[in-house]
């Protein structure tokens, strides 16, 4: 597989494997099916996996943590922040240690390669006090790097001129094109890495749901499509899903030939300029499979770009844009 700087971190495979799947909010994955999913994205060159403490209350960081017994070269990301209410108050020097300690010990390691701020209010991101901490937590030998997870545009650009920071992870996907315009080019100029996820539109852009297509109560795609439990954004990347399933079917004849929707999709992602790492997730080793192979897709040419943009404008561009 390519591989990609990401920040300050390391060079890692340009698909990653996103691990809030196999913990929680996505309907029910056996230890089984999450463990092969795993080996098998790293059989087929995944070095990159993002998680965090809340997937599962640890359960995704335990997995990962059995797979770094077997494979220590590995690159882990995860996230902490959302143990608590968010409010600014409680990002503070010792929650951030207890949480870490909590990662490091899921995870079973001493230093964390990247921990994430995962989605903070903005004011946070605006804080000296926050990211002063975060030094000092480098300096201690308990993380590599820092990077922040966010949810709109403009969080992205405050993170990327803090000057320490690793990385910014964004939602960049066939659905979501604003982070094209500001954060790819400032990412690029600061040498800010680029963690893009909810790459297939929460499994819209897999190709595979229909207007009857149902989900349990466990799975977000369920219960937060209008933002009921965090923000709306994370679920279908914020759209309506009959404009999403509309969408794809506008989308479906541009796939290539011998690759899938999914595919197709993720390849998109890692043509555009500053992307690091895309994060698909997967329940089993047939989806991990296949998005490790998006990476040898060859890139899209120019009239298949401008025609992804011409759906997103007439369809997308009129429900998210202004939004995040």
């Given at each position: 597989?390519?591989?990609?700087?990401?920040?300050?971190?390391?060079?890692?495979?340009?698909?990653?494997?996103?691990?809030?799947?196999?913990?929680?909010?996505?309907?029910?994955?056996?230890?089984?099916?999450?463990?092969?999913?795993?080996?098998?994205?790293?059989?087929?060159?995944?070095?990159?996996?993002?998680?965090?403490?809340?997937?599962?209350?640890?359960?995704?960081?335990?997995?990962?943590?059995?797979?770094?017994?077997?494979?220590?070269?590995?690159t882990v990301a995860t996230k902490m922040g959302r143990r608590m209410a968010q409010e600014p108050a409680h990002y503070n020097s010792g929650n951030?240690?207890?949480?870490?300690?909590?990662?490091?010990?899921?995870?079973?390691?001493?230093?964390?390669?990247?921990?994430?701020?995962?989605?903070?209010?903005?004011?946070?991101?605006?804080?000296?006090?926050?990211?002063?901490?975060?030094?000092?937590?480098?300096?201690?030998?308990?993380?590599?790097?820092?990077?922040?997870?966010?949810?709109?545009?403009?969080?992205?650009?405050?993170a990327i001129a803090r000057p320490n920071l690793a990385s910014v992870q964004i939602i960049l996907n066939a659905f979501r094109h604003?982070?094209?315009?500001?954060?790819?080019?400032?990412?690029?100029?600061?040498?800010?890495?680029?963690?893009?996820?909810?790459?297939?539109?929460?499994?819209?852009?897999?190709?595979?749901?229909?207007?009857?297509?149902?989900?349990?109560?466990?799975?977000?795609?369920?219960?937060?499509?209008?933002?009921?439990?965090?923000?709306?954004?994370?679920?279908?990347?914020?759209?309506?899903?009959?404009?999403?399933?509309?969408?794809?079917?506008?989308?479906?004849?541009?796939?290539?030939?011998?690759?899938?929707?999914?595919?197709?999709?993720?390849?998109?992602?890692?043509?555009?300029?500053?992307?690091?790492?895309?994060?698909?997730?997967?329940?089993?080793?047939?989806?991990?499979?296949?998005?490790?192979?998006?990476?040898?897709?060859?890139?899209?040419?120019?009239?298949?770009?401008?025609?992804?943009?011409?759906?997103?404008?007439?369809?997308?561009?009129?429900?998210?844009?202004?939004?995040?």
């Amino acid at each position: 597989m390519d591989t990609r700087v990401l920040g300050t971190i390391a060079d890692v495979g340009a698909v990653g494997f996103g691990a809030w799947q196999i913990g929680s909010a996505w309907g029910e994955v056996s230890e089984p099916d999450a463990m092969s999913a795993l080996h098998t994205a790293v059989e087929e060159g995944v070095t990159f996996i993002d998680t965090a403490d809340v997937y599962g209350d640890g359960r995704s960081e335990r997995l990962v943590g059995q797979l770094l017994k077997e494979h220590p070269h590995l690159t882990v990301a995860t996230k902490m922040g959302r143990r608590m209410a968010q409010e600014p108050a409680h990002y503070n020097s010792g929650n951030f240690r207890a949480w870490n300690d909590d990662s490091r010990r899921n995870l079973g390691v001493d230093t964390v390669d990247l921990v994430q701020l995962h989605c903070p209010p903005s004011t946070v991101i605006d804080s000296d006090a926050v990211f002063d901490d975060l030094d000092a937590m480098v300096d201690e030998g308990r993380i590599r790097a820092y990077g922040v997870s966010v949810e709109t545009c403009d969080q992205a650009l405050a993170a990327i001129a803090r000057p320490n920071l690793a990385s910014v992870q964004i939602i960049l996907n066939a659905f979501r094109h604003k982070p094209l315009e500001r954060v790819l080019p400032a990412a690029r100029e600061a040498g800010v890495g680029v963690i893009a996820r909810v790459p297939l539109a929460s499994g819209l852009l897999s190709g595979k749901f229909t207007a009857e297509s149902r989900f349990g109560q466990d799975d977000h795609r369920n219960f937060n499509r209008h933002g009921e439990a965090f923000d709306r954004g994370e679920t279908f990347s914020g759209i309506d899903y009959g404009t999403g399933l509309e969408a794809v079917e506008r989308l479906r004849p541009l796939v290539p030939e011998g690759a899938t929707m999914a595919q197709f999709a993720l390849r998109w992602i890692l043509d555009q300029d500053g992307v690091s790492v895309v994060i698909p997730g997967a329940r089993n080793a047939e989806q991990a499979r296949g998005n490790a192979a998006a990476a040898q897709l060859p890139p899209l040419d120019a009239k298949t770009h401008a025609q992804v943009r011409e759906v997103y404008d007439e369809l997308i561009r009129p429900q998210v844009h202004h939004l995040w």
